[in-house]
């Protein structure tokens, strides 16, 4: 008997839940959610629908003109992208048939008739993994990923998905009781490398983030999570597979974004509010002279629209965890047209480079940054249509401050990051290369010799620093209360009156700094929420 009871305890744990603010966290941070909804409509049926006859699941995707999904339109007063799909569906069967893209996220609900009613190689989640509770049933607890997979790939009639053709290999990275961590979405980043081939992946959807606010990556070296996930998201591009990742909703008028976004192989999306034209209020963002390439890539709309809720009926949405699902989608078509043409896919450069030369440039009145809006009639445009044509490499939309940045001297906030890889780092924001630098925007001066001093106060909260290095332009530190990670040779530490911590700089050499980073200069949990 409590075998039985203990069973039904758990079965009923996996229904899927009615979206719902602070519903779901992420080692403790909430998770970008649909809006508040309505009871859910327990025990409605779901009616199976003829479900058209599409390119053959997990084969090579067959180059067409055409595509089953031609008559589905996107509803009436959605955003211009939903609008450019259902176009191209219908003039030139781009609808993402056969190709899938990964949701890592909280499961999706496979029993739903716009994805597909069914789980496995014959459905549209024909995959997947419940890294949660370590098992192959991936069916979601919570809504939200079930709502940015419809976003992906709904068949529904009067609600498709940017790509209805595609397949969703569902992801789960939360647990029954809604938990998660790094690890998991390390695995599931490295299960993608492992399977992507199997189920025919070309892109991962990340709607998640640690609702932080981070201009460096600063876990690309800490020998744990952060490592893991920002060196699969780097193997993964070299495999022609983007990472798309939510910028995150925890926006206060600070430049920066989330874990894993801030990664710098990652397509990061912040969100745009169609009704203004300009981003969210509360969607963040980072231009490239604060950040260089670990800057927001593309700008998507992240309202205006609705996407599955409870039991297959459609709320409307808000945040950026349902921006970056436009993107995804938006990428699968892309990639479904250069593949006719070439036969493989288009390089990760290719499609950010796309995304942004078609992008409309808006400027952000808060931050003084321009970040492209998507544009996906453009970018299809800008994809090669035969053997021999230009194919754009550099955006000529720069994700960079319309008018100068203050150099008056301030005192900085360094944050803890969330978006570099393994490889060398880019190089320098310096205005003069011998004489100034640049840490988290503030500039910083240095003597003939290049050595130099500027003073921090407590930085992070109660995180105190005790050596920090300007390395190409960036900032490198490690926490005081470290006593495993050796001194970094350059950085010299002085205690103030006041309490603050003056520290010595002097402009580095790539490499230089790289035997420290290998030490843990992060220690401790990381929470994360998009």
């Known amino acids: 008997m409590f075998l039985i009871d203990f069973l039904r305890r758990r079965k009923k744990s996996r229904r899927p839940q009615a979206p719902r603010l602070n519903c779901v966290e992420l080692e403790g941070r909430q998770l970008l959610t649909t809006v508040a909804a309505p009871s859910p409509r327990h025990g409605a049926a779901l009616v199976e629908r003829a479900r058209p006859v599409k390119t053959p699941r997990l084969g090579t995707p067959t180059p067409t003109q055409t595509s089953p999904y031609a008559n589905l339109k996107a509803p009436a007063g959605t955003p211009k992208v939903f609008q450019d799909a259902a176009t191209v569906r219908a003039t030139q069967g781009l609808d993402g048939s056969g190709f899938a893209v990964a949701v890592i996220d909280t499961g999706v609900d496979y029993n739903i008739d716009a994805l597909g009613h069914g789980f496995g190689t014959d459905h549209k989640v024909i995959a997947g993994y419940d890294f949660g509770m370590k098992d192959a049933d991936p069916m979601a607890t919570w809504n939200h990923g079930t709502a940015v997979s419809s976003v992906i790939a709904s068949e529904d009639a009067s609600n498709p998905g940017i790509a209805p053709g595609a397949d969703i290999v569902a992801l789960r990275v939360f647990d029954d ?74 926006f206060k008028g600070r430049e920066g974004m989330g874990f894993t976004a801030i990664v710098k192989d990652t397509i990061s999306v912040t969100g745009v509010d169609p009704s203004t034209g300009q981003l969210a209020s509360n969607a963040q963002r980072l231009g490239s002279t604060t950040a260089g390439e670990n800057a927001t890539d593309i700008a998507a709309p992240s309202s205006g629209f609705r996407a599955i809720s409870a039991n297959g009926s459609y709320d409307s949405v808000e945040g950026t965890s349902f921006a970056a699902p436009v993107v995804s989608g938006s990428i699968v078509l892309m990639q479904q047209k250069y593949f006719r043409e070439f036969g493989t896919l288009p390089s990760v450069s290719q499609i950010d480079s796309w995304l942004k030369q078609g992008g409309n440039a808006t400027t952000d009145p808060v931050t ?17 249509s035969k ?132 030490r843990n200069l992060f220690k401790g949990s990381r929470r994360l929420g998009a």
């Not at 979405?185 to 189920?199: P, S």
């Not at 640690?210 to 193997?235: C, E, P």
């Not at 910083?444 to 109660?462: I, K, W, Y």
């Open 368 to 384: 003084n940054l321009k970040i492209p809006q998507i544009d996906l009639a453009a970018s299809l445009a800008l994809v090669p």
């Open 177 to 250: 009781g809604g938990n998660s961590t790094f690890a998991r979405i390390a695995d599931a980043l490295e299960w993608v490398a492992a399977n992507h081939d199997k189920y025919k992946i070309s892109v991962v959807n990340i709607s998640l983030s640690d609702s932080m606010n981070y201009t460096l990556n600063w876990f690309q070296y800490d020998t744990s999570h952060g490592q893991r996930v920002t060196d699969a998201i780097a193997k993964l591009k070299a495999l022609n597979i983007p990472v798309v990742s939510a910028a995150g909703n925890s």
């Open 387 to 518: 053997p021999g044509s230009n194919v754009v490499t550099t955006p000529t939309v720069p994700v960079t401050p319309a008018t100068p940045a203050p150099t008056t001297p301030q005192t900085p906030v360094v944050s803890v990051p969330g978006n570099a890889n393994s490889q060398a780092p880019e190089t320098p924001v310096v205005t003069q290369p011998t004489k100034t630098v640049r840490i988290n925007g503030v500039n910083v001066n240095l003597a003939a010799n290049g050595s130099g001093g500027m003073t921090l106060d407590s930085l992070q909260g109660t995180v105190k620093w005790n050596n920090v290095q300007v390395w190409t332009g960036e900032a490198v530190a490690r926490r005081s209360n470290d006593s495993t990670a050796q001194p970094i040779p350059t950085g010299n530490l002085q205690k103030t009156a006041q309490g603050t911590k003056a520290m010595a700089v002097r402009a580095g050499r790539p490499g230089q700094i790289a035997s420290a980073l290998r």
